[in-house]
């Protein structure tokens, strides 16, 4: 069965620098998402992607973030500065467009 | 906010009764998704209810819609010791986001 893949699975940065988090989406799906999940938390929505641009941002997707679709394939998540408080499990989602969405297992990301 | 809330948090069974989890919402929606979390890890979606259906099974569960009351309640029935976890409810009112409650977490008690 197709499935959502991310890598890494954990990634360890300082404070201040630049991660790329990367994420494989089921093949014939055209919407893709980013989500967070704060430990101990709600998953909280950051961002859509459509037709090769955003379609809708939440209030924590500011201009640290920023989404790609670079080739047929991939979809990354880039957060140019990190904070402390960026420590999350990052997750992706892709759907073909009738409203299930299908989540990867996530990147834990870990700012120091 | 159409965030769903689910209710109770926690729910503690011994294996083979069946567990009963609801979601209350705020706003209208197109649809209602229940997703399993298992600790520390990926969402795994469990069902879809749209917003026009009253009720859905999918083996051991059984979805409920009550868009009156906006609210759904999630069953599993004779619950395994595998089905411990986080259980959500997400809504959605169109296709770009999806809005999802604390959860409820479930243990089944060999």
């Known amino acids: 069965e197709p499935e959502v893949t991310q890598t890494p699975s954990h990634q360890v940065t300082q404070m201040g620098q630049e991660v790329i988090l990367r994420c494989v989406p089921i093949s014939n799906h055209l919407y893709f998402y980013w989500y967070r999940q704060i430990l101990g938390q709600k998953v909280e929505f950051l961002v859509s992607f459509y037709n090769n641009e955003i379609s809708e941002k939440s209030e924590i997707f500011d201009d640290q973030f920023s989404v790609e679709r670079p080739d047929g394939s991939n979809f990354t998540l880039k957060i140019r500065s990190t904070k402390l408080e960026d420590s999350a499990m990052y997750f992706c989602a892709s759907s073909g467009g009738l409203g299930t969405q299908y989540f990867g297992p996530g990147t834990r990301l870990t700012v120091l | 906010s159409q965030q769903g809330e689910e209710d109770p948090q926690a729910l503690s069974i011994q294996e083979g009764e069946n567990a009963t989890m609801n979601c209350s919402y705020k706003t209208s929606i197109n649809n209602l998704q229940w997703y399993r979390q298992n600790s520390g890890r990926g969402l795994v979606h469990l069902i879809l209810?749209?917003?026009?259906?009253r009720e859905k099974h999918s083996g051991r569960l059984r979805v409920t819609l009550d868009t009156s009351k906006k609210s759904s309640s999630l069953l599993i029935t004779a619950s395994r010791a595998a089905d411990t976890a986080s259980y959500f409810c997400?809504?959605?009112?169109?296709?770009?986001?999806?809005?999802f409650g604390a959860g409820t977490t479930v243990t089944v008690r060999a």
């Open positions: 997400a809504t959605d009112k169109d296709d770009y986001k999806l809005s």
């Open positions: 209810i749209r917003s026009n259906e």
